[in-house]
């Protein structure tokens, strides 16, 4: 029998999954480009691959990662109310949209030839989307709340 439910789910991890990639190779970019020779081939390519990056992988699979998500909140609409893991989770998931948000601000600084932060913070929050994801995923496998 066709489950519609298991293709949202099965589109949404996947997405999430091509949007995690993206958010912790994104700021591993910055940390090259950080360290590049103004000017320079490096960090022409460095810009050129964060544009891509963003364009092709990240925002498309974030859009689609957070429609399949909501449609999932939507079918399962009674979880908002009647657990705390969900909106939790949507807190979680709702801050990597910010974070995101953040990654492509940053990407254009770099783009109009700033620095905008050192190469160690951007090791630094190379981190959050990993720290992030171990919780979002103890919350909907687990369900503690």
């Keep these: 029998m066709f489950d519609i439910w298991l293709w949202i789910k099965?589109?949404?991890?996947?997405?999430?999954?091509?949007?995690?990639?993206?958010?912790l190779y994104m700021p591993r970019l910055f940390v090259y480009h950080s360290?590049?020779?103004?000017?320079?081939?490096?960090e022409a390519k460095m810009i050129e691959s964060a544009e891509k990056l963003q364009r092709?992988?990240?925002?498309?699979?974030?859009?689609?990662?957070?429609?399949?998500?909501?449609?999932?909140?939507?079918?399962?609409?009674?979880s908002l109310t009647t657990t705390l893991w969900l909106p939790l989770k949507l807190v979680l998931v709702?801050?990597?949209?910010?974070?995101h948000g953040y990654?492509?601000?940053?990407?254009?600084?770099?783009?109009?030839?700033?620095?905008?932060k050192t190469e160690k913070h951007f090791r630094m929050i190379n981190e959050i989307p990993s720290i992030f994801t171990i919780f979002i995923v103890m919350l909907v496998i687990i369900k503690p709340f």
């Design 10 to 23: 099965a589109i949404h991890v996947i997405a999430v999954i091509f949007w995690m990639a993206g958010l």
């Design 35 to 42: 360290s590049s020779v103004k000017g320079g081939e490096l």
């Design 56 to 78: 092709i992988i990240m925002t498309p699979a974030m859009v689609v990662a957070v429609l399949m998500g909501l449609s999932l909140v939507w079918y399962n609409a009674a």
């Design 94 to 99: 709702f801050s990597l949209v910010g974070f």
């Design 103 to 116: 990654l492509t601000s940053t990407r254009k600084k770099f783009a109009a030839g700033q620095r905008p």
